[in-house]
């Protein structure tokens, strides 16, 4: 599986394959780089990226490390350059990829393309990152079908359920693939046994058909093909098998609305359906034999994810008819904690004698002055032995990262110097709230193999 970007992707970006194009913290955008021969819809250059911090020709960023900067480029429309017309009339570049078209293409230049492929014609200021992709990036840029699962939730899971590399993981449903990436990359064990094979896999399922169809599609062009096996299936009445075989699996993740409905398709034995327990006679379908999609010789670790806990208590009530041990439950509440200097002059909450709203530096500076003489001042009967020395200050301040500066802190500490130390909550950390359950449900074991264990290794008296 040396093809795929996200499990290998080699020193340098390549052709006619996946990167990320880091346009600034929050704007990654996935772009399948083209190989450029010529003149291609309309640019000299060939595809072109256009985005609100430049036009970057695909002719220009394969072939480099991953990680470069790229700088924009002035794109040479050549001989075929017409202003496109926006829908709502506005002149735009034109955009070969689906890229909204920000920056309008040059197009007073009629002329024939003088560049060859590589060397646009001239850059302008704005420059962007080319990345490798790797999942936790992927869940930031990928075309959303569903809500999915961000990477906060998903480490978590992933180590919950002891994905790892040669582990045969289920999941269900696809949605938008972001776990089904995460997945893979945990459990690929990088080089294939001797019969060719990769044993770390992720069997996947959609009963959603447009998504499934979607879904099929970027594993493809993922190169993932062969470790992520997508079947297009309703669980809740199909069940796990593929072809009628047992993926063999020990790790699962349930990312459906009604879990508990898949759960009985996970059991060791046939479980003891309602209809059995009430004394309902048994179908043809009751006696075939039973086929489990778990591996006998391992135990299966499961996560449902379910944001209502209404949803919780049925899966919780399942999973202890069906036998599931060590049950918990949690929920992942990310918080990224922003701490900084908060510089003195522009917010000066601490002096509240002074009016400390200041328009500009010169204001601030004016501030600034004001309050230290008004400090020195207040400070003068006091110096002498318990005056504090300047790392006493910073110590004071730093002992108290977050409570609310008070007039009186500001009296006997600088702040002004090294600024206070703020700690605030980060708003828009990704994560999608919902409540994890996590089960084991222990490998097989049946009277003979517990005989030949107490063979092998005696109990003493
Ligand atoms: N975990 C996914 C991700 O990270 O992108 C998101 C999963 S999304 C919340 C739930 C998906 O389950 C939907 O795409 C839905 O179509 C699918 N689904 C719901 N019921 C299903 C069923 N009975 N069988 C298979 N898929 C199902």
């Known amino acids: 599986q040396r093809g795929s970007p996200f499990l290998d992707p080699g020193p340098v970006t390549k052709a006619n394959s996946l990167a990320l194009l880091h346009l600034s913290r929050d704007n990654l955008e996935p772009v399948y780089l083209a190989q450029t021969a010529g003149e291609h819809d309309g640019y000299a250059e060939g595809v072109v990226v256009n985005t609100r911090y430049g036009s970057y020709p695909h002719s220009s960023m394969i072939g480099i490390p991953w990680g470069t900067q790229i700088r924009a480029s002035k794109v040479d429309t050549g001989s075929r350059g017409r202003k496109r017309k926006r829908p709502n009339g506005d002149d735009a570049g034109p955009s070969s990829d689906g890229t909204p078209a920000d920056t309008p293409a040059e197009t007073e230049t009629p002329e024939p393309p003088q560049n060859p492929a590589k060397q646009p014609v001239a850059t302008t200021s704005g420059f962007i990152h080319i990345l490798p992709p790797t999942p936790e990036l992927w869940t930031l840029s990928l075309p959303h079908r569903t809500q999915v699962v961000y990477t906060p939730d998903y480490s978590y899971i992933l180590h919950r359920i002891r994905a790892r590399p040669g582990t045969v993981l289920i999941e269900a449903g696809a949605g938008s693939g972001s776990f089904s990436h995460a997945s893979v990359r945990a459990v690929y064990n990088g080089y294939p046994d001797r019969d060719g094979k990769h044993k770390g896999k992720v069997f996947s399922y959609e009963f959603h058909e447009d998504r499934y169809r979607k879904m099929k599609k970027e594993i493809q062009d993922h190169g993932l093909e062969g470790l992520v096996q997508l079947t297009h299936r309703d669980v809740y009445n199909g069940g796990f098998l593929v072809d009628g075989e047992s993926p063999k699996a020990s790790s699962i993740f349930l990312d459906l609305p009604s879990p508990w409905e898949a759960l009985p398709h996970l059991s060791r034995q046939r479980p003891q359906s309602d209809k059995a327990e009430n004394g309902s006679e048994t179908t043809e379908e009751d006696e075939k034999p039973w086929v ?45 904690l922003h701490t900084v200097r908060d510089r003195v002059g522009l917010n000066l909450p601490y002096d509240r004698s002074v009016n400390v709203s200041a328009k500009d530096v010169d204001e601030a500076l004016g501030r600034l002055t004001e309050i230290e003489d008004r400090l020195r001042e207040n400070s003068r009967p006091r110096a002498g032995a318990d005056a504090m020395d300047d790392d006493d200050d910073i ?34 950390i990704k994560s999608h709230t919902s409540y994890l359950v996590f089960a084991i449900l222990p490998r097989e074991w049946t009277g003979e193999q517990e005989a030949a264990a107490l063979a092998k290794y005696p109990v003493g008296e």
């Open 292 to 336: 489990s999609p778990l591996d006998p010789k391992k135990n299966a670790y499961l996560c449902t994810f379910s944001p209502c806990i209404e949803q919780v208590t049925r899966t919780v009530s399942a999973l202890r008819r069906l036998g599931w041990v060590d049950i918990d439950m949690l929920e992942i509440a990310h918080r990224k």
């Open 395 to 428: 110590e004071a301040d730093d002992n108290n990262i977050t409570a609310p500066a008070s007039t009186a802190e500001a009296s006997s500490a600088r702040p002004w110097k090294d600024g206070r130390l703020v700690t605030r909550g980060e708003p828009e």
